[in-house]
C-alpha cells in the first residue's frame, strides 16, 4: 500500500514560520495531485493548498500571500512553507495525494491522507 509520512508541525509565536513536509512511500507508480487540508477544533476540515503534478497551485484566500506549497517529484514529498503565522492557523495539519499505484500486475488510483501534525500558533 500507500503511506504518506508528515514532519514539520511544533508550536510558534505568532508572526513566526514553520515547514510542514509529507513523503510517500510504499507502492507507488505516480501521484498526481498533492495537497494540504486542516482543521481546527470544532470546525470542518478545509483546503489550505494543493499542487498538481506540474505545479500548478492553488490556495485558500486565508493563506494566499503567506503560505506556499511545492513538492518534489523524485521524492514523493510535498512541503508547505508557512509564514507570518497567526494564531487562527493553529489546527492539525494533513497531507493528501492521488496517488497511482501498483495492485498485482495493474496500476489503480487512490486517494490518500497522512496522520495529520499538530501546528499551534501562540505566544
Known amino acids: 500500500q500507500v503511506q504518506l509520512v508528515e514532519s514539520g508541525g511544533g508550536l510558534v509565536q505568532p508572526g513566526g514560520s514553520l515547514r510542514l513536509s509529507c513523503a510517500g512511500s510504499?507502492?507507488?507508480?505516480?501521484?498526481?495531485?498533492m495537497g494540504w487540508y486542516r482543521q481546527a477544533p470544532g470546525k470542518q476540515r478545509e483546503l489550505v493548498a494543493d499542487?498538481?503534478?506540474?505545479?500548478?497551485?492553488n490556495y485558500a484566500d486565508s493563506v494566499k500571500g503567506r503560505f506556499t506549497i511545492s513538492r518534489d517529484n523524485a521524492k514523493n514529498t510535498v512541503y508547505l512553507q508557512m509564514n507570518s503565522l497567526k494564531p487562527e492557523d493553529t489546527a492539525v495539519y494533513y497531507c493528501n495525494a492521488y496517488v497511482n499505484l501498483y495492485s498485482g500486475m495493474f496500476v489503480r488510483s487512490d486517494r490518500f491522507w497522512g496522520q495529520g501534525t499538530q501546528v499551534t500558533v501562540s505566544s
Open positions: 499542487i498538481t503534478s506540474d505545479g500548478r497551485t
Open positions: 510504499g507502492s507507488i507508480f505516480s501521484i498526481n495531485g
